[in-house]
């Protein structure tokens, strides 16, 4: 346990401004988002407001500007967890902890999946703390569930982040780097209506937690110095 310890805080010192500075980002954009609502209140009225919200054609997407800080927060702690470590040849001293080399790459993807874990919850805390304050459930249920999978693309992101550094080959890089945005796409559709993605949140939490293994496969290759 010691060592994973000892391995957590080393992730930390390498990611914590990277972390830091983007979750306050993603808290200003939150605040922003809500800041623009009250002003549309103020000046239009409230029942005007939500009638608008509930009923327009195309809808307003009042919460749009969310859509990309979850997987911002995840690419800035994946590329500063990584990136060092493969570019500056750190991973080498890495792996050399007392540590199985499995258990430290799954130590090593925990940690950085414990990070986005916490952005999220504290964005979408804040973001469904506001969002129920102005309201009423008709709205909120829906958007919420359609802003969901924009926090789960943030788990799909790290995971290719981390894949991709990993892998020694090139061709492989760019072949797992392409992959990963095709299928981030699935998580960016447009949003014809609020509550668009309800039905597929299941299927994209599926994909989110099946691309969690992928290090695994990347590390392994590392470790024996394919190419």
Not at 117 to 134: E, G, I, M, P, Q
Not at 183 to 212: D, K, M, N, Q
């Amino acid at each position: 346990m010691k060592p994973i310890l000892h391995l957590f805080y080393k992730e930390w010192i390498k990611t914590r401004l990277s972390f830091i500075c983007s979750l306050l980002v993603g808290i200003g954009v939150v605040f922003y988002i809500f800041m623009i609502v009250e002003n549309k209140m103020t000046l239009t009225g409230a029942k005007t407001y939500t009638m608008n919200v509930l009923y327009s054609n195309p809808p307003i997407i009042y919460y749009s500007l969310l859509r990309y800080i979850p997987i911002l927060i995840a690419i800035c702690v994946g590329v500063s967890q990584y990136m060092p470590e493969v570019v500056q040849k750190r991973i080498r001293l890495t792996l050399h902890l007392p540590l199985d080399n499995r258990r430290l790459f799954l130590s090593m993807e925990l940690f950085g999946l414990l990070l986005i874990t916490v952005a999220n919850v504290v964005l979408f805390s804040l973001f469904y703390w506001k969002n129920h304050a102005l309201f009423p459930a008709e709205i909120t249920h829906p958007v919420e569930a359609t802003a969901l999978a924009w926090f789960l693309a943030a788990y799909v992101a790290y995971n290719y982040i981390a894949m991709t550094a990993l892998e020694p080959n090139r061709v492989r890089q760019v072949v797992y780097a392409v992959t990963g945005v095709v299928l981030l796409t699935l998580y960016f559709h447009e949003v014809p209506f609020h509550g668009a993605y309800a039905a597929s949140t299941p299927v994209l939490a599926l994909l989110a937690v099946a691309t969690c293994p992928l290090m695994l496969f990347s590390g392994f290759r590392f470790n024996k110095g394919e190419r």
